[in-house]
């Protein structure tokens, strides 16, 4: 809500990352506009093709430095009616150095009290390492809220299995300790 800096949603393979994603996209205001790219192995320019397709901002024979002006002009426009662009990018621990260079400079379109588009980087842990290189000081400098996500402990995933067939009707637990365990082992 505050329109400030990246943030960054790490976790290891099977922690929810996708999971938290769609509930939070579910739970966004009318006044965000989602773009949400699942697949980041495209170049930035394809990245920006698709959020100007998004905002019916037209592409064709546009030059990427055009294409960046009538994006920042749009963002402005946005802001003016109260919205906000929501960029969230899974899977991102696939985008380059120079990716994520250039995603920091996208972030640069801002008003003097807040961003035009909120960046929201989710990725496996490896993404984590990759901002900690030199070259993505100034990257790492504007995010503003990092999380990593862990895996459910023995009693999490208990209390999670317990919810979950609550929520299914079963008002009984169906799982001796010794399932739970292997369960909870097993994820």
């Known amino acids: 809500n505050s329109g400030k800096g990246f943030v960054c949603v790490v976790g290891d393979v099977g922690t929810g990352k996708t999971t938290v994603v769609q509930a939070a996209m579910r739970g966004i205001e ?18 920006i093709r698709y959020i100007a397709k998004k905002l019916n901002i037209t592409t064709q024979g546009s030059t990427h430095l055009e294409l960046m002006d009538s994006l920042k002009s749009e963002l402005q426009a946005l802001d003016k009616k109260g919205k906000l662009l929501v960029l969230i990018i899974d899977e991102a621990h696939h985008l380059s ?6 995603l920091r400079l996208i972030s640069n379109v801002e008003t ?20 900690q290189k030199q070259s993505l000081r100034q990257l790492r400098q504007r995010i503003t809220i990092y999380r990593c996500l862990e895996h459910l402990n023995k009693k999490e995933t208990t209390e999670y ?27």
Request: proline share 4%; aromatic share 6%.
């Open 161 to 187: 299995i317990n919810h979950r067939l609550k929520v299914a009707g079963v008002d009984t637990p169906i799982f001796e300790g010794k399932a739970l365990n292997t369960i909870w082992k097993e994820s």
């Open 30 to 47: 009318s006044t965000f506009i989602v773009c949400h790219i699942i697949n980041p192995r495209s170049d930035l320019k394809e990245i």
């Open 97 to 102: 150095e120079q990716s994520l260079e250039e």
């Open 112 to 131: 003097p009290s807040k961003k035009l588009i909120q960046i929201v980087l989710v990725g496996q842990t490896e993404l984590y390492k990759t901002l």
